[in-house]
């Protein structure tokens, strides 16, 4: 079955500081990987996604994430936080043989002046 | 392309009485899920189609919740009688039959408050 996991509900970075986010899957199929964000009242938007292509992705804003198969892993990175980034971040793995996306709980970004 | 349109944006009701979201999913595209947000429970998914049939809605919390799609570019959410603890955030998402990736497109959302 498909699950993901995403450690830490809150974090909280200064800005210019680096962004992780961890997110960590279980599935039982080749994997497809998304980081979704959530801004104050607005639906989810792709961030960027993991389809079985390059192990690196990049994705919007200047957010990557890395696909770590012996680490079940797909954590999400910044290299310098904007104040602009601060949202909740989810991250989801296919449902296996149907369109159906599994999500994590989700981790509010918050950024610090 | 439009994006997945969601109405109304806002709805505000007494409870007891007959709520109905809408959706139009974007074009093309042959999956259609409906969502629930709320601070105690998160992102919860209730029900998806496939080509306008439902696939799977064990997620419908109870008889009070239905849904429709009765055709390829509109889609119901109804709830009936309507209860305070409904109150929540409403998205509905459309995706393509492209396996290789099942993206979901998300609205922007109901806000439902049940008074």
């Known amino acids: 079955a498909q699950s993901v996991t995403q450690l830490g509900s809150h974090v909280s970075v200064s800005e210019g500081a680096l962004v992780l986010l961890r997110c960590n899957y279980s599935s039982s199929v080749p994997p497809y990987l998304f980081w979704y964000v959530q801004y104050p009242n607005q639906g989810l938007q792709l961030l960027l996604k993991y389809t079985s292509a390059a192990t690196l992705v990049k994705g919007i804003n200047g957010f990557e994430a890395e696909f770590k198969k012996s680490e079940t892993s797909f954590h999400l990175t910044k290299p310098s936080a904007h104040m602009s980034d601060a949202a909740e971040y989810f991250c989801?793995?296919?449902?296996?043989?149907?369109?159906?996306?599994?999500f994590g709980t989700g981790t509010l970004l918050a950024v610090q002046p | 392309d439009a994006g997945v349109i969601q109405s109304p944006r806002h709805e505000v009701t007494e409870m007891g009485q007959e709520v109905t979201l809408r959706c139009k999913p974007i074009?093309?595209?042959?999956?259609l899920f409906w969502y629930r947000q709320t601070m105690m429970r998160g992102l919860e998914l209730l029900i998806y189609f496939n080509n306008n049939v439902p696939i799977d809605d064990s997620g419908m919390p109870e008889d009070r919740f239905s849904a429709k799609m009765p055709n390829a570019s509109f889609s119901t959410l109804k709830i009936q009688p309507s209860e305070p603890r409904d109150s929540a955030v409403y998205f509905c998402?459309?995706?393509?039959?492209?396996?290789?990736?099942?993206?979901?497109?998300f609205g922007p959302g109901t806000r439902l408050t049940v008074t």
């Open positions: 989801a793995v296919n449902g296996g043989a149907t369109n159906k996306l599994i």
């Open positions: 074009s093309g595209h042959d999956y």
């Open positions: 998402a459309s995706s393509s039959r492209d396996r290789s990736s099942y993206e979901q497109y």
